[in-house]
């Protein structure tokens, strides 16, 4: 009797082995199958546009819009810095343009007075032009009857007070000849004063007009900068942690908090280096993300990193120090969902999440 319930307890044993040996056989042959025609990992995660919220002046926040994890519309004002020092910085910009625009003015005054002093002197040039010519004229004809009434005083055919009468008048041609020469010589010289100021106010205006343009650009600087100090959501999405008080200075450059961009989503999986020689641009990928196990997300490998991740990572492996250990390196697939996905779903992932990924190689 018991040699039976032995015998039955060792075929039972016996069978169950069999039937795992069988299980086993059935799971490794699937397994290597399914493996000719699909790349799988489990190295990988979600990822969204992040974009980092970054102030471009200087200042104090005195007011901040936005809490932990709110949800913001392209334009939404987020925080504002205090602006009286950019207000009075536009006001001292305004005051030196309207100065520059003053200057202007001036230098285009002194250029039409100039103007006018070169028009003045060119029509006294022109005029004692004329006036000496008459005179030399006067003076000629004063001279030939001096010469007559010289010869008829000699010859005792005229009284000595006519002689001098002639005499006086050629002194007076004589004269007036060189004063209208004179009067010429003073009217180009003014002339060419005249014209000297004129090209010094031109190069003034130029100056002048130079001066303000750079007011304009630091008058459009500063209100920019007066802008810059309400701080407003450049995207749709949803805000971070909010790492910002009313009465913390913030800086240029300074990362305060983050928009997650929730209107696009991708998944980045890190493949093993031996993954990829089946791999190609254009395959489709099954997505199985932890938050929903239920339900399989639908994906292309739409492009490859153009190199490891250790290649970018703070301090890279360097193999020339002799400490080589060599290990399998992965690579960086950027897989995008499909648009026949779960709307929702889509929605509500997160970056950071894990997923699971499954290339279809054929």
Request: hydrophobic share 40%; proline share 3%.
């Given at each position: 009797?018991?040699?039976?319930?032995?015998?039955?307890?060792?075929n039972?044993f016996?069978?169950?082995?069999?039937?795992?040996?069988?299980?086993?056989?059935?799971?490794?042959?699937y397994?290597?199958?399914?493996?000719?025609?699909?790349?799988t990992?489990?190295?990988?995660?979600?990822?969204?546009?992040m974009?980092p919220?970054?102030?471009?002046?200087?200042?104090?926040v005195?007011?901040?819009?936005?809490?932990?994890?709110d949800?913001?519309k392209?334009?939404?004002?987020?925080?504002?810095?205090?602006d009286?020092d950019?207000?009075?910085?536009?006001?001292?910009?305004?005051?030196?343009?309207?100065?520059?625009?003053g200057?202007l003015?001036?230098?285009?005054?002194?250029?039409?007075?100039?103007?006018?002093?070169?028009?003045?002197s060119?029509?006294?040039?022109?005029?004692?032009?004329?006036?000496?010519?008459?005179?030399?004229i006067r003076?000629?004809r004063?001279?030939?009857?001096?010469?007559r009434?010289?010869?008829?005083?000699?010859?005792?055919?005229?009284?000595?007070?006519?002689?001098?009468?002639a005499?006086?008048a050629?002194l007076?041609?004589?004269?007036?000849?060189?004063?209208?020469?004179?009067?010429?010589?003073?009217?180009?010289?003014?002339?060419?004063?005249?014209?000297?100021?004129?090209?010094?106010?031109?190069?003034?205006?130029?100056?002048?007009?130079?001066?303000?343009?750079?007011a304009?650009?630091v008058?459009?600087?500063?209100?920019?900068?007066?802008?810059?100090?309400?701080?407003?959501?450049?995207?749709?999405?949803?805000v971070?942690?909010?790492?910002?008080?009313?009465?913390?200075?913030?800086?240029?450059?300074?990362?305060?908090?983050?928009?997650?961009?929730?209107?696009?989503?991708?998944?980045?999986?890190?493949?093993?280096?031996?993954?990829?020689?089946?791999?190609?641009?254009?395959?489709?990928v099954?997505?199985?993300?932890?938050?929903?196990?239920?339900?399989?997300?639908?994906?292309?490998?739409?492009?490859?990193?153009p190199?490891?991740g250790a290649?970018?990572?703070?301090?890279?492996?360097?193999?020339?120090?002799?400490n080589?250990?060599?290990?399998?390196?992965r690579?960086?697939?950027?897989?995008?969902?499909?648009?026949?996905?779960?709307?929702?779903?889509?929605?509500?992932?997160?970056?950071?999440?894990?997923?699971?990924?499954?290339?279809?190689?054929?």
């Amino acid at each position: 009797m018991e040699n039976t319930e032995k015998k039955a307890t060792n075929n039972k044993f016996k069978y169950i082995l069999g039937a795992l040996v069988i299980i086993g056989i059935i799971y490794g042959v699937y397994k290597y199958v399914h493996s000719l025609a699909h790349e799988t990992t489990d190295d990988a995660q979600v990822e969204k546009n992040m974009n980092p919220i970054i102030p471009r002046v200087t200042g104090y926040v005195t007011k901040v819009f936005v809490k932990d994890n709110d949800f913001v519309k392209k334009g939404d004002t987020l925080f504002t810095i205090e602006d009286k020092d950019y207000q009075v910085k536009v006001e001292e910009a305004n005051a030196a343009l309207i100065s520059a625009q003053g200057s202007l003015e001036v230098s285009r005054a002194d250029i039409s007075g100039a103007q006018a002093n070169v028009s003045v002197s060119e029509a006294n040039f022109s005029s004692a032009g004329g006036n000496i010519e008459s005179a030399k004229i006067r003076a000629n004809r004063a001279n030939n009857d001096f010469v007559r009434y010289q010869n008829l005083y000699k010859n005792k055919s005229i009284t000595k007070q006519q002689f001098e009468q002639a005499e006086a008048a050629k002194l007076e041609a004589d004269n007036e000849v060189k004063i209208l020469q004179q009067q010429q010589k003073a009217s180009n010289y003014q002339k060419s004063i005249a014209a000297s100021r004129s090209n010094v106010s031109s190069k003034q205006t130029d100056v002048a007009a130079a001066n303000i343009k750079r007011a304009q650009a630091v008058l459009d600087a500063a209100k920019l900068n007066l802008g810059y100090t309400v701080v407003t959501a450049s995207i749709d999405g949803q805000v971070s942690k909010i790492n910002i008080q009313p009465g913390q200075l913030v800086a240029p450059g300074q990362s305060l908090f983050y928009i997650i961009n929730n209107a696009e989503a991708w998944v980045i999986a890190n493949f093993k280096e031996t993954q990829l020689s089946k791999m190609v641009i254009g395959q489709k990928v099954g997505i199985h993300v932890d938050a929903y196990p239920d339900y399989e997300f639908q994906g292309t490998i739409t492009s490859f990193s153009p190199a490891t991740g250790a290649r970018f990572s703070l301090l890279p492996p360097d193999n020339a120090t002799g400490n080589f250990v060599k290990t399998i390196q992965r690579l960086p697939v950027k897989i995008s969902l499909d648009k026949e996905n779960d709307a929702k779903k889509m929605e509500n992932l997160r970056p950071g999440m894990n997923v699971d990924v499954d290339v279809h190689l054929k």
